[in-house]
């Protein structure tokens, strides 16, 4: 087993490592030009002779793996910026400099993330709960009218899109009847209770959009599960149903579950695009968004990507290590 994390930890380096070249590559050598929006705001005017001053003070005349050099040397030990006139000394670990903000990415960053993680942890709780609770309970009375109805319910909430189940949401359950307080994220250390209470109605959405998904998963997995001999074994020695549901089949028909659900919060955590903007909550997926409204923003689209791509990594590790917890059949030697 330890064997297996360790060689998993080093492939998962290297995924991260090739991601992040990749992001990097993509928009250092991409059409737009960090160097003329600095060049543009420096006061006066923009010539040539200014552009490419700007860009060599900028680094952006380099070639590219010397400038990922650069960049992952700050990750690691930090780096001085400089963006025109101004010189900034960027503390490891160094994301960047904001080209719209003139903020260190990083402490954005710090800023944004928490109520991502809330929102991902409260969304999951809601979809786990109701789409396997759901799933369970039409994989155990398969045929019936309490079966058809589970199943019918699930595909008539997953055909309506998203944003259009957030806006609905947002406009009356908040706006129009106040039954959920005003949605946003408020600093959990100014006021915890309002914090969750900013964030009820969004993880509700989020939930039970994604709990149809997981009813679906959960039903066909514990269909198959439950006509496996050993628990057809199990019920014949005269085990309670419920014990032999939740003790044995389910146990067995999670693993899948486990994996799907291990990509879904992983995704989630790299940021619930509608959900924040909709809700207006400051994530991570709504920062990135405003970057690619300000187009030349690129360490801030940069730094969502690379957090985009830890969170699923690490996630998809995690996932790996608990198979064998979860399913003695996969035990890993």
Not at 118 to 133: D, E, K, M, R, Y
Not at 246 to 268: C, Q
């Amino acid at each position: 087993m330890l064997g297996f994390v360790v060689r998993r930890l080093l492939s998962s380096l290297i995924v991260l490592l090739l991601a992040s070249f990749v992001v990097f590559a993509v928009f250092y050598l991409g059409p737009s030009n960090p160097a003329r929006p600095v060049c543009e705001g420096a006061g006066g005017r923009c010539t040539p002779e200014r552009l490419v001053a700007i860009e060599k003070q900028m680094g952006l005349d380099k070639p590219v793996l010397s400038a990922y050099g650069e960049f992952m040397g700050g990750i690691v030990k930090g780096r001085e910026i400089d963006f025109g006139a101004s010189a900034y000394d960027c503390t490891a670990p160094c994301l960047g400099v904001s080209y719209d903000t003139r903020n260190f990415v990083t402490d954005e960053l710090k800023e944004r993330i928490v109520p991502t993680i809330l929102l991902a942890i409260g969304g999951s709780i809601v979809f786990l709960v109701v789409g396997v609770t759901t799933g369970i309970l039409a994989a155990s009375r398969r045929g019936s009218s309490t079966d058809r109805l589970l199943v019918s319910g699930s595909l008539l909430v997953s055909s309506i899109p998203y944003y259009l189940l957030c806006l609905i949401a947002w406009i009356f359950l908040t706006l129009q009847t106040n039954i959920f307080p005003a949605t946003g994220y408020f600093p959990i250390t100014e006021n915890p209770l309002k914090t969750i209470g900013g964030l009820l109605l969004p993880s509700l959405v989020l939930g039970f959009a994604t709990a149809p998904a997981y009813a679906r998963y959960t039903r066909g997995q514990m269909v198959e599960t439950l006509g496996d001999d050993f628990v057809r074994t199990a019920s014949a020695k005269g085990l309670p149903r419920r014990r032999v549901l939740f003790r044995h089949a389910l146990r067995a028909a999670i693993v899948p579950i486990v994996t799907i659900f291990g990509l879904d919060f992983g995704a989630l955590l790299a940021g619930t695009i509608f959900t924040e903007a909709i809700f207006s909550i400051d994530g991570i997926g709504r920062w990135g968004l405003e970057a690619l409204d300000s187009p030349l923003d690129l360490p801030v689209i940069t730094a969502t990507v690379l957090v985009g791509a830890t969170f699923i990594v690490v996630s998809n590790l995690v996932v790996d290590i608990a198979y064998g917890f979860l399913d003695p059949r996969v035990r890993i030697g």
